[in-house]
């Protein structure tokens, strides 16, 4: 081990930052950050970013050249300047009265290094490479920062919060030890997460006083997957994953994003199809009240977003009414992360103002829909599960008010690597669509912010076909 690594308290103390430029100020920035003073040494003016440093009324600046009287009182040194004769000065100086000095990007008068940090206060998680490689400490600090949530800070602050307790609970370090791991992996846990700190302090208490013999009972996770690619889930999302007992997944999760589930979870299909249903959605609701009734943590898998045309709210209404635990975590819904990949701003400036979600699900072999409210001018529509109404669809948009010449466009399995886009018209796209061979699943983008599509298009990982160009009286031509 080439260093020693420590955290040093210096709250209400005083350190020193030769130097007044950028660099100078973010070392200002974490001396601030961790609870002391900061003299600044410059014969030059600060630069502005020292104005904006939380914690600046506690920044001195002392306009004058570096002299080793500065470091009375101090009880660290940061030097940020590019002359090297006073770099080497400041060191000394420091080094001779047995302060910790730091010269930025000079390991070699570095009596300390700083880490690359993660800080989730209490929790602070530091790296270093010995001042070899701090671009490789940075990479992995950035693999880090998703495995730890922000939210763990407050789990740290808790546990502070029942220190006592839980020592005049359990004398032996052992069985305290044990304890704790049991809480943090519970839904105790979870509860924090998801800013239920009173509901985890009650929980915790209920424990420790004997009136629950076991921690509390399983959850559910009702987790938005995204419109498809594994590189759009939240940081949360991928957590859940990876901690839950039981996997309930739709049909539009898509395998790779299956395959980041924890490996050894029970993994149960509940997908929906057109006249082809695994299990009614009232069953779904109830299976997923039985196993956290279990003691089980259970991912609910959507695709897209929960509350966005997934019958999410009714799955939580049946928790709810059976005393469930939940969380739910957002996804990005099929209508952002779709039409992004396609290149084709839902909103623009000159072509649209609003934006309406619809889904063209047809019941009965009809499409109802509040057509006057959709069909309007400067407004982008986008609809889910429409292609197998897609005549109907586009007749009844024409029927109120849109013209045939109205762009469109339908994004079959948007942002994965089998993206196909195809552009037409209200007028042509049926015919398009059919000749084009799309299978869902698929979303449909009606306004003229489909114009913008061959000019900001920048995802094209497969076939992308246009039929936009094409006269109404004139079949389809498409470009694969």
């Known amino acids: 081990m080439d260093y020693l690594p420590i955290f040093l308290d210096i709250r209400g103390r005083n350190g020193l930052v030769v130097g007044g430029d950028e660099v100078a100020a973010r ?47 101090m009880d660290l ?30 390991p070699a008068m570095c009596s300390f290094i700083m880490p690359s940090i993660i800080d989730r ?19 992995l600090r950035a693999r880090l920062e998703t495995l730890i949530p922000a939210s763990y800070g407050r789990l740290a602050a808790l546990a502070g919060r029942f220190r006592d307790k839980v020592r005049e609970r359990f004398p032996e370090t052992r069985e305290r030890r044990k304890f704790w791991e049991r809480v943090f992996l519970s839904p105790i846990a979870e509860m924090v997460f ?16 004997g009136e629950a013999a076991e921690l509390p009972a399983g959850e559910v996770y009702l987790v938005g997957a995204g419109p498809g690619n594994p590189d759009l889930l939240t940081f949360r999302a991928l957590r859940l994953m990876q901690q839950a007992d039981v996997v309930v997944y739709d049909r539009l999760v898509s395998p790779p994003i299956l395959d980041m589930c924890r490996r050894d979870a029970d ?8 006249d082809n249903h695994a299990l009614p959605q ?28 997934g019958r999410g709210g009714e799955e939580i209404e049946t928790l709810t009414e059976h005393g469930v635990a939940f969380q739910v975590v957002p996804g990005i819904t099929a ?12 909103t623009h400036r000159d072509y649209a103002q609003s934006v309406a979600f619809v889904t063209g699900h047809l019941k009965d072999n ?25 005549a109907s669809l586009c007749r009844g948009l024409m029927d109120h008010g849109l013209p045939p010449d109205m762009p469109a466009a339908i994004v079959q399995q948007g942002t994965t690597p089998n993206q196909r886009v195809l552009t037409a018209t209200l007028g042509t796209l049926p015919e398009a669509a059919e000749a084009a061979q799309l299978k869902p699943p698929t979303l449909i983008i009606v306004g003229q912010v489909v114009k913008l599509h061959e000019k900001l298009a920048w995802f094209r990982p497969g076939a992308d076909v246009s039929a936009a160009a094409t006269p109404l009286d004139r079949p389809a031509h498409l470009e694969m």
């Open 335 to 346: 209508a952002s992360g779709v039409a992004s990949y396609a290149g084709i701003p839902l």
């Open 77 to 106: 040194v940061y030097v940020a300047t590019e002359d090297e004769l006073l770099a080497r000065r400041v060191f000394e100086a420091a080094r001779a009265r047995r302060l910790p000095v730091n010269v930025v990007d000079t």
């Open 27 to 73: 070392k200002a920035a974490l001396v601030l950050n961790a609870g002391a003073w900061v003299t600044v040494v410059s014969p030059e003016p600060l630069c502005p970013a020292f104005q904006d440093l939380a914690g600046a009324e506690r920044i001195v600046h002392r306009q004058e050249t570096f002299a080793p009287e500065h470091l009375d009182g």
């Open 194 to 209: 998801a800013s239920r700190e009173a509901d985890a302090e009650a929980a915790l208490d209920r424990l420790l006083e």
């Open 267 to 274: 993994r149960i299909y509940v997908g929906k199809e057109r």
């Open 282 to 309: 009232e069953e779904i609701n109830l299976l997923l009240v039985r196993l956290a009734k279990e003691g089980k943590r259970v991912l609910r898998l959507k695709g897209g977003d929960p509350f966005i045309f």
């Open 121 to 139: 206060s209490p929790v602070v998680v530091a790296m270093a490479t010995g001042g070899e490689a701090p671009v490789l400490a940075r990479l």
């Open 366 to 390: 009809t499409v109802n829909l509040d057509w006057e409210s959709i069909a309007r001018p400067n407004q982008t529509i986008v609809i889910y599960m429409g292609l197998k109404g897609l």
